[in-house]
């Protein structure tokens, strides 16, 4: 990397009198997780390069309560989403971008009933609106012709609607977009939301990540595209369990797209 | 004594829609013991949706088999009931074939469109009987279905064989009796109606006596009808209820985007009041408040759940395409969505009948938690939202899980211990792992 990007605070923009473009909510995944990580990095080149101006809270930032809320402590959610709230609404933030489709949705969808409303906007959607506005510009270069199939994260996808989006991106890369049996409104879980990332699965014959890492993988695609830090994690143990770590790769849009522009 | 028949027909007719009413207000009354939820908003959106999934069958033609099949039996089914409007008439005033004065040629199409439907409809029941026990269909076989929920499935497909031939029999004797002139059938030359199809079931009848046709019309007619009032009140102990409730249950189905869960107002005021820095915590609380009964956070019985969740049980149909879209059910978990439906249903008419017997609600000792869902399905759930997607009449099963986990975590702290663990985290240091909160932008020297 040449030039060191700096990644402002909202505390930062408030010190110089200033509110920033979009707040980039990294998540707890893209904030903590090693792999996820890499996302947020990426992501944030994205941003740096089309010269949008962004913060982040930092250390400000918490979990926005999707876990508990959908493991049914809806007491643990409102605290964390009415402390959310306040600092939100302190640094005035009217537009909120996410990696996260599970933050996407609790911050979209059930923070406003809390008194937060913000225009939410996930990742893959802002990046395809940069592009149509001129300010990225993205050559398929490095994925001409692959193969890439992509996942569905159900809290993008059948949870709020938004299909094309991140296809929309792939198509962008000059690949091959290869559909799985299940895709769109029908597309299978990657078992990890409704708090199950943070819980061993019950009783059964098969793990829901394998079940839908077989199905990419009979697709024949190089690269599972996915859009959800936490649909990242488990494709990739599926990926572990299948033995096919030197031959498919997952990744996120974000991470695609930044790869092709060598940032 | 020539009015004897149509007295019967009235007596008849007023026992089978009083049963049938009286048994619809027990189901309204057993919806109204869940809690008052408010769904009377956006009117025209959802006029529009019960057009569109319940009267159009979008979502049922998804997938194209079993859509396409059902949409005949629908159409078949809506059509054909105009014709027992007439048979009714006839049978209060004795007349015969009272509608074909006035509709003249609309009238012989019509019945030449009930008979193409009645054949059709008979060729799609045997299909989905085929299906049903011969093709191994994993949500027709499954676990839930067996006993009870697969009998009454064919029960329904046999009611309708018979009533579809009857009315074809009725038709075919009916036809030949017409052109014969006999008497009461007769209408100076004229044929009344046209049978595309029952003129080739005739073939059977042709060399049989007008006494012997009348019996057989006659009986074909009656048992119709009589089967008719049947079914209508077999509807209720049936997963057929559908037919009716389908158009309500689509109406007030959610309309807001899926991923959005109810917001607990009850929780809101104590999380306020707790972050509410003047809040002062040894104050009287509000005598109005006092009065009412301290509701239980989320559900354990369905009493805690709302009308519209117990309008689903009782419209569910149990097609199991829910079940069949499961992450969890496909992997081997033992949750099913479409079973969820079916115990609270099963719950639901449990609590119903103590009603009936006792005159109110007395505790059975019984929930719906634990003695009809277990915690083990409960958490198998992901939240995908795939089976309220799949559902072809708007039910929502993962409502009911996730109010009843809230039970489960709120009024008994029974979460699971990793998931507690993750929970406590999230408590602590704002996130479900055990990292510190100010270490969130460490990220931000690795660019």
Redesign the interface.
């Known amino acids: 990397m040449s030039e060191l990007i700096k990644v402002p605070t909202a505390a930062e923009f408030i010190a110089q009198g200033k509110t920033p473009e979009v707040l980039f909510w990294v998540g707890c995944s893209g904030s903590f997780d090693d792999r996820s990580k890499k996302i947020t990095k990426a992501f944030v080149k994205l941003l740096n390069k089309a010269g949008v101006e962004f913060a982040v809270l930092g250390a400000e930032e918490s979990c926005t309560g999707d876990p508990a809320k959908r493991a049914g402590n809806e007491f643990l959610f409102q605290m964390q989403a009415m402390m959310n709230i306040e600092v939100l609404n302190g640094y005035e933030i009217k537009k909120i971008v996410t990696a996260c489709p599970h933050c996407f949705n609790t911050l979209k969808n059930e923070y406003p009933e809390l008194g937060g409303n913000y225009e939410v906007i996930h990742h893959t959607s802002f990046l395809k609106d940069l592009i149509a506005n001129g300010k990225l510009t993205i050559s398929g270069g490095k994925f001409k012709g692959k193969k890439i199939t992509y996942h569905d994260p159900c809290y993008l996808g059948r949870a709020n609607e938004i299909y094309e989006a991140p296809r929309e991106l792939i198509e962008k890369l000059d690949a091959a977009l290869v559909e799985m049996k299940r895709s769109k409104r029908n597309g299978l879980c990657c078992g990890a939301g409704g708090a199950q990332m943070f819980k061993e699965p019950e009783p059964g014959n098969k793990d829901i990540n394998i079940e839908r890492t077989d199905e990419a993988l009979d697709t024949g695609a190089d690269i599972i595209a996915a859009a959800c830090p936490f649909c990242n994690t488990m494709m990739s143990d599926g990926i572990k369990a299948a033995e096919k770590e030197g031959n498919v790769e997952v990744l996120d849009i974000a991470e695609m797209i930044a790869s092709a522009e060598d940032l | 004594m020539e009015y004897i028949p149509q007295i019967i027909f009235a007596l008849l007719l007023i026992a089978g829609v009083g049963y049938f009413t009286s048994n619809i207000r027990k189901m309204i009354r057993n919806i109204k013991l869940g809690r008052e939820v408010d769904r009377s908003d956006n009117k025209k959106e959802r006029w529009a949706q019960m057009a569109r999934i319940a009267l159009g069958q979008s979502k049922m033609v998804r997938r194209p088999i079993a859509g396409f099949l059902h949409v005949v039996v629908y159409v078949g089914f809506v059509i054909i009931n105009i014709e027992v409007l007439e048979i009714i008439i006839d049978g209060l005033f004795g007349t015969h074939r009272i509608f074909a004065p006035y509709l003249g040629g609309v009238y012989d199409f019509l019945i030449g469109t009930f008979e193409i439907l009645a054949l059709l409809v008979l060729v799609t029941v045997v299909v989905f009987w085929i299906r049903r026990n011969a093709m191994n269909i994993k949500r027709f076989t499954m676990g839930e279905l067996k006993g009870w929920p697969k009998n009454d499935a064919n029960y329904i497909l046999y009611f309708e064989v018979v009533l579809m031939s009857l009315f074809l029999i009725m038709n075919a004797t009916d036809f030949i009796l017409q052109t014969r002139g006999v008497e009461g059938y007769a209408h100076a030359g004229e044929i009344f109606g046209s049978f595309p199809v029952s003129q080739f079931v005739a073939v059977f009848f042709e060399n049989m006596a007008d006494t012997t046709l009348i019996v057989i019309e006659r009986a074909a007619w009656w048992i119709h009808i009589v089967g008719i009032l049947i079914f209508l009140n077999y509807l209720y102990w049936s997963k057929h209820l559908h037919i009716m409730l389908a158009f309500p249950n689509v109406y007030f189905a959610k309309l807001?985007?899926?991923?959005?869960?109810t917001?607990?107002e009850a929780?809101?005021a104590?999380?306020?009041l707790?972050?509410d820095p003047d809040a002062d915590p040894f104050a009287a609380p509000d005598p109005a408040a006092m009065d009412e009964d301290p509701a239980s956070?989320?559900a354990s019985d369905i009493f805690d759940l709302d009308q519209v969740q117990l309008l689903n049980a009782y419209t569910c149909t149990e097609c199991g395409r829910c079940t069949s879209?499961c992450?969890?059910n496909?992997?081997?978990?033992?949750?099913s969505p479409r079973a969820i439906m079916m115990k609270t249903r099963d719950r639901l008419e449990e609590v119903g009948s103590v009603i009936n017997k006792e005159g109110e609600w007395k505790d059975d000792g019984k929930k719906l938690l634990n003695d009809h869902i277990t915690t083990?399905e409960l958490?198998?759930?992901?939240?995908?939202?795939?089976c309220?997607?799949a559902c072809p009449i708007g039910i929502d099963p993962l409502s009911i899980i996730?109010d009843m986990?809230?039970?489960?975590?709120?009024e008994n702290s029974a979460?699971?211990t990793?998931?507690n663990?993750?929970?406590t985290n999230?408590?602590n240091n704002?996130?479900?792992?055990p990292?510190n909160?100010?270490?969130?932008?460490?990220?931000?020297d690795?660019?």
Do not use: H, S
């Not at chain 2, 496909?330 to 949750?335: H, M, R």
């Not at chain 2, 909160?437 to 931000?444: E, F, G």
């Open positions: 807001t985007p899926k991923g959005k869960f917001n607990m929780v809101t104590e999380v306020k707790m972050m956070l989320g879209e992450p969890a496909i992997t081997g978990k033992k949750l083990e958490w198998a759930c992901t939240t995908c939202n795939a309220v997607e996730m986990r809230r039970y489960l975590v709120l979460a699971p990793d998931l663990n993750a929970l999230i408590e704002g996130a479900p792992w990292y909160q100010m270490d969130r932008l460490n990220w931000a690795e660019l």
